[in-house]
């Protein structure tokens, strides 16, 4: 297999992909050097598999569909075919640092990930990341390996946030194998493959502070600002400027979470995108029941990421890496009050993220209740409903779709909603506010009803529904999960041949629960 320096798209070969892969790309985090990261192969996958692909994926790189059909893309996806790749070209595990459910634990890094290389397509520059690709020198006391149920977990959730118009890493595909692993109970081996500009992490940053390494640090941090926010190279202060842009990415991308009911589960700083991305999917989940204080993740036990802390949470993350960055900020200050400037200004950038959350998540809830404009008093009938919600449990996906069905003017069409609420009176009283507030909103029933619809959407990737693709897939049968992505790829879309899709959980899913090993 040759490496040759560019192979232009679109590619529909894997050794045309993986020559692409291999070819030097200037500003990419492979050019920071060995402090960053370590080469080495991935592990050998026996007799490995195509589990899942997404088209969709594959043409944001510039794949032809057909590739995951040739010859060699299992091979290279599995990451067996990097065992023939040479020193210089091997895929590499990066290392960082973090905070752990609120506690510092020190070095960590790509503990069963390897970046295989970036495509450019579009004029897009995308990296590669095999997950579940066996030991790294940061694997600690891990294997190394994913299995096949978190594997699929994060390939249809990646791909079903996409589109639902949520920030996220992207999943091109899930190569499986029979290997044996062992979790809770013996699983089989998998490796999915995700794809982001960039993988990363507020930890990168704390890890090079941690250590004093502030000129690894101050790379780290021009990478960064030259690849993704270089109008900050125009300020007097780069790496200040870059903060509060972060901060905001954060901020927004936590609205979209709350605003559609996804839970996290594991919010580490390790697991913070500075992308704003979605990022390292593990013990997620979408809320069936609503219930602020839900807690997705079993390992969770003090509730440190349930639903109504994950704002809270974010906010303290872009603390640790305001930290992070305070020995690179203030530079233009003169020595005797560069500290006390360099603190302020980062505390400043911090408060940046209060004053972007409230009005983005405010917006979005306004625009799921169908309101044009926001208005004084709109923040308390969002919060009204909410709390009716609560009390009732009642399902977050549904009756925000369901809403869509209320008019302006007669309380007849509110019968599907109102059936979602144990106390049918007190949703009254909530509905005539309502009503007199779409009075106010110059939209007419239809034109309202058609806009809601665009962003309360009617499927998700619930835990039954991930749970019981993944258990035909352990048999062998991965329709269920070309179905499921399929659908997720519409979640706003009526598909009246996949209604059961969008129904309410049945009685079994209540016993499910995941957690750090999902």
């Not at 250590?211 to 270089?230: N, S, W």
């Not at 936590?254 to 700083?269: D, E, I, L, P, R």
């Amino acid at each position: 297999m040759s490496f040759s320096p560019s192979i232009a798209a679109p590619l529909d070969t894997a050794d045309e992909l993986a020559s692409a892969l291999g070819a030097a790309r200037s500003g990419s985090f492979a050019e920071l050097g060995s402090a960053f990261f370590t080469r080495l192969p991935a592990a050998p996958l026996p007799a490995p598999y195509l589990v899942a692909f997404s088209a969709d994926a594959a043409a944001l790189l510039g794949l032809e569909p057909r590739i995951a059909e040739t010859p060699g893309f299992v091979e290279l996806f599995s990451g067996n075919a990097t065992r023939e790749w040479p020193q210089a070209a091997l895929p590499y595990a990066s290392v960082y640092s973090g905070h752990q459910f609120g506690v510092w634990a020190g070095q960590l890094g790509d503990g069963r990930a390897l970046s295989l290389g970036e495509l450019e397509h579009g004029g897009l520059r995308n990296e590669l990341q095999l997950k579940g690709s066996g030991r790294t020198p940061y694997s600690r006391m891990g294997d190394g390996r994913a299995v096949l149920r978190s594997s699929i977990r994060e390939f249809l959730c990646s791909e079903a946030m996409h589109h639902l118009g949520i920030p996220t890493t992207r999943a091109l595909c899930v190569i499986g194998s029979d290997q044996p692993v062992r979790r809770e109970e013996i699983e089989t081996a998998a490796v999915v493959t995700r794809v982001a500009p960039s993988f990363v992490r507020f930890g990168h940053f704390e890890h090079f502070y941690a250590g004093e390494q502030i000129d690894a640090l101050r790379a780290l941090a021009d990478h960064v600002i030259d690849r993704f926010y270089p109008q900050c190279r125009e300020t007097p202060d780069p790496y200040l400027a870059m903060l509060p842009q972060i901060v905001a990415r954060t901020a927004d991308m936590v609205a979209q979470w709350q605003a559609v009911g996804f839970c996290h589960g594991v919010m580490n700083t390790d697991n913070m995108s500075v992308l704003g991305l979605t990022i390292d999917y593990g013990p997620f989940g979408f809320l069936d029941a609503f219930d602020a204080n839900h807690i997705c993740n079993h390992s969770d036990t003090q509730g440190r990421y349930a639903y109504r802390m994950q704002p809270q949470i974010a906010y303290w993350n872009c603390f640790c890496l305001a930290q992070a960055l305070l020995p690179l900020i203030g530079a233009h200050y003169e020595e005797s009050v560069r500290a006390e400037r360099s603190v302020a200004d980062a505390q400043e950038a911090l408060e940046g993220f209060k004053a972007r959350f409230a009005p983005a998540f405010e917006r979005r809830m306004c625009d799921k209740l169908g309101l044009s404009d926001v208005r004084p008093g709109d923040d308390k009938l969002v919060d009204r409903l909410l709390e009716l919600m609560h009390a009732s449990r009642a399902d977050f996906t549904l009756t925000f779709r369901r809403l869509a069905q209320v008019s302006k003017d007669d309380a007849r069409g509110d019968a599907p909603v109102r059936d979602m609420f144990l106390d049918r009176e007190a949703f009254d009283r909530w509905a005539a506010d309502y009503r007199a507030r779409l009075a106010l909103d110059p939209r007419d029933d239809a034109t309202r009803r058609e806009a809601m619809n665009r962003i309360n959407p009617k499927y998700v990737l619930r835990n039954h529904l991930a749970e019981t693709a993944i258990r035909r897939a352990m048999e062998k049968d991965f329709s269920e999960v070309a179905r499921l992505a399929a659908v997720l790829s519409r979640p706003f879309d009526e598909q009246p041949e996949f209604e059961d899709y969008a129904a309410l959980p049945p009685e079994w899913a209540g016993t499910l629960s995941v957690s750090c090993s999902s």
